[in-house]
């Protein structure tokens, strides 16, 4: 069975890191891009960051970009999102989702974020 | 960025009946490679989002066949032939020609 299992959602700090897991399985992780996307509580979705195969082509969107790293270990079939500098507005789901087509197939069940005080 | 606008927000439907969702982007979808990489997701309440259509019109494999995607350019929908109760939940669109990919605000599907 083809499955993305997310970990590591905390609640943290303004200003402090988190570093998030998924973990992969049913699939050649190593075939695909990865990406993570959030979503804000009662919120819609956006598309945090995605990363290629070998890990060397990332992009992320501009309200992370400079705080969050995403990468991945293929001999562990894993991906991470280390994220730093957080905020009240980094607090979401996030879910790592694999990317084919353009767009993600399968989904994890998320992790959730919160940054408060 | 591209901005993905759904209409209706909100569309409570009778069981049976049909149901359409539009989207709409604020710049074509074209990629240079010819294809255009518009998605629609389900969200069921309290689930993770799920495909249902990828690149304007293709349907995933298990998506029943009354769900259906069409468009072109900037201008999309997604129809239900016949809303079913599992059909309840929010629908998004998403681009992906563009980064950042872009989603709409979601469209709330509920039963009358």
């Known amino acids: 069975e083809v499955q993305l299992v997310e970990s590591g959602g905390d609640l943290v700090q303004p200003g402090g890191s988190l570093r998030l897991s998924c973990a992969a399985s049913g699939f050649p992780f190593n075939f695909y891009w990865m990406s993570w996307v959030r979503q804000a509580p009662g919120k819609g979705l956006e598309w945090v960051a995605i990363l290629n195969q070998d890990g060397n082509e990332k992009k992320y969107v501009d309200s992370v970009r400079g705080r969050f790293t995403i990468s991945r270990d293929n001999a562990k079939s894993s991906l991470y999102l280390q994220m730093n500098s957080l905020t009240a507005e980094d607090t979401a789901v996030y879910y790592c989702?694999?990317?084919?087509?353009?767009?993600?197939?399968?989904w994890g069940q998320g992790t959730m974020v919160t940054v408060s005080s | 960025d591209v901005m993905m606008t759904q209409s209706p927000l909100s569309l409570p439907v009778t069981l049976g009946q049909p149901a359409s969702i539009s989207c709409r982007s604020s710049?074509?979808?074209?990629?240079?490679?010819?294809?255009?990489?518009l998605s629609w997701f389900q969200q069921r309440p309290g689930q993770s989002p799920r495909r249902l259509i990828y690149?304007?019109?293709n349907r995933d494999s298990g998506v029943p066949d009354r769900f259906s995607g069409s468009g072109s350019g900037t201008d999309f929908t997604l129809k239900i032939s016949r809303v079913e109760a599992e059909d309840v939940g929010i629908y998004y669109c998403m681009q992906a020609t563009h980064w950042p990919r872009t989603f709409g605000q979601g469209t709330k599907v509920e039963i009358k």
């Open positions: 690149e304007v019109s």
């Open positions: 989702a694999r990317d084919i087509q353009r767009t993600g197939d399968v």
């Open positions: 710049q074509s979808l074209v990629e240079r490679d010819g294809n255009t990489y």
